[in-house]
């Protein structure tokens, strides 16, 4: 074999050489670029899956059983926690009582929602033979209805729920209205027979009027809000003076109040639909049927700090 194609064989073995380790360090170096996003994407699901376990979990109180429940002066009880509807204390809250003034709460909600805030509402001189002269109205007064529902959850005015119960038609028109409403909640065991609360026929549970709450801060939070108000100033629409209502409910001067609405009638005793900020978060009080809802509500309140723990 001449010398020129020895040399012919070996530069073609040269070049197979490297041809081949190209090939073969190109498999190499792509294998673990693909064996690098394999990772990553089971390292990424692993961080997501651990993400997941660490999901904040709501940790709910303890109850400490050495702590005896507490002995209640009212026909019904309801303390539930409002941020994960934990259920502090439960008494008879399935038993019907008449709820007097807390009605104006859903007087406030059927009037907003059917007819809005600045609707033009007179006060007549039927309207200022009602019961209770709270809230100063004056006969030939005209009042927004925003500003006339301020002075009915403020100070409880029974003449200003009659003033709405006229602006509709009559009482009957308007107890339709707030049943229909009731009933749209799912509070089955409630029935108004007016807007004031006046009268005994007016009846809930401390069941239902939870789910009357729960609404509340869902659908209309001004409504709250207006009830934790310590005065407002009000002005009719066809007046030039204007002047201060003070909030009679107690529990507007404490600052862990939130709203809500107190009722007193001789057949009610007193009652109480109130929501408080408490461990970070909110807790409603419900007590029907109390002969002291204030001192009432702070007994329980220390039962529920002694009776559970909060990690």
Known sequence: MSLRAQIIIVVAVLLSALTLTRIFTSSIIGGTKTQTDS????????????????K?????????MDVLDPQVDAESVLIQSLNNDFPYFYFQTAKQWPIASITKLMT?????????????ISISKETLEVEGIAGDLKSGEVYSSEDLMKIMLLV??????????????NRELFANLLNTKAHELGMTQTYFYDGSGLSVKNVSTAGDLLKLAK????????????TRLQTIRVQPI??????????????ASETAFLGGKTGTTPEARENLLALFTFEDGRIVYIILGTHNRVSE????????????TFN
């Open 39 to 54: 990772d990553a994407t089971t390292q990424d699901a692993g961080a997501i899956t651990s993400g997941e376990q660490k």
């Open 56 to 64: 904040a979990v709501i940790k709910m109180p303890v109850r400490k």
């Open 108 to 120: 406030a909600v059927v009037i907003t929602e059917q007819f809005g805030l600045t609707k033009k």
């Open 156 to 169: 409880s005015s029974n003449r200003a729920a009659t003033a709405f119960e006229e602006f509709v038609g």
């Open 215 to 226: 609404y509340l801060i869902e659908k209309h939070p001004e409504i709250i809000g207006w």
């Open 238 to 251: 066809n007046g030039t003076v204007s002047r201060n209502v003070d909030n009679i409910n107690t529990f």
């Open 297 to 308: 509500t702070a007994k329980l309140l220390k039962w529920v700090q002694q009776a559970y």
